[in-house]
C-alpha cells in the first residue's frame, strides 16, 4: 500500500556564489516519511550526497498535500488550491472541499495543465482557484525498503 506524508524541510549550508562568495543559504524541500523523525533523516541522508560541508536541517513542517504531480520537464514546483465541489441536497447549498496539490512545471500555464491532466478522469467536480511557484527545491518520495533492494539489483 503507497502511503504518503509530506513534510516541509529547510535546510542551511554555505555555498559559493556566481561571483566566488561564500553565502548561507537556506533551500526548501518536500520529503515524504512516516514521522518528523523519519523527515529529518532521510534528509540528512539526501543531503549529504548533494552538499560538501556543514548543514543543517533547521526545520521540519507538516505539508498537507493530497496530491502531487511530477513532471520531469519542469523546473519549478508550484502549490495549487483545488477545491472539490458537491451539492446538499438537503440544503440546496454548494459544499466546497478544499485540498491543495502541487504540480511540477516551467510556468504557472504549465501548471494548470499539469493539474489539469492529472485530474482526468476524477468523477468530481472540480475548480483551481489558486496556483503560486513554490520555493521549493527537489521533492524526495518515500522508497519501501523491498523496493530499494530491488532498484539496487537491477543496476
Not at 502511503?3 to 524541500?29: C, D, H, L, P, Q
Not at 501548471?111 to 482557484?129: N, R, V
Not at 521533492?139 to 537491477?154: G, L, N, Q, R, T
Amino acid at each position: 500500500m503507497k502511503r504518503t506524508n509530506w513534510f516541509n524541510a529547510s535546510v542551511i549550508y554555505e555555498k559559493t556564489a556566481e561571483e566566488g562568495k561564500i553565502v548561507k543559504v537556506t533551500e526548501s524541500y518536500l520529503v515524504d516519511a512516516l514521522n518528523f523523525t523519519e523527515a529529518e533523516t532521510r534528509m540528512h541522508e539526501e543531503m549529504k550526497s548533494s552538499i560538501s560541508g556543514e548543514f543543517v536541517v533547521s526545520k521540519i513542517s507538516k505539508a498537507r498535500i493530497s496530491e502531487l504531480f511530477a513532471n520531469e520537464n519542469g523546473e519549478h514546483w508550484y502549490k495549487s488550491r483545488v477545491a472539490f465541489i458537491s451539492l446538499d441536497e438537503e440544503k440546496r447549498i454548494e459544499k466546497r472541499a478544499i485540498s491543495t496539490m502541487m504540480v511540477q512545471a516551467n510556468t504557472v500555464k504549465e501548471a494548470f495543465d499539469g493539474i489539469t491532466e492529472g485530474m482526468k478522469g476524477t468523477l468530481a467536480s472540480y475548480e483551481i482557484e489558486t496556483i503560486s511557484k513554490t520555493k521549493i527545491e527537489d521533492v524526495f518520495h518515500y522508497i519501501a525498503p523491498e523496493e530499494a533492494s530491488e532498484e539496487s539489483k537491477e543496476e
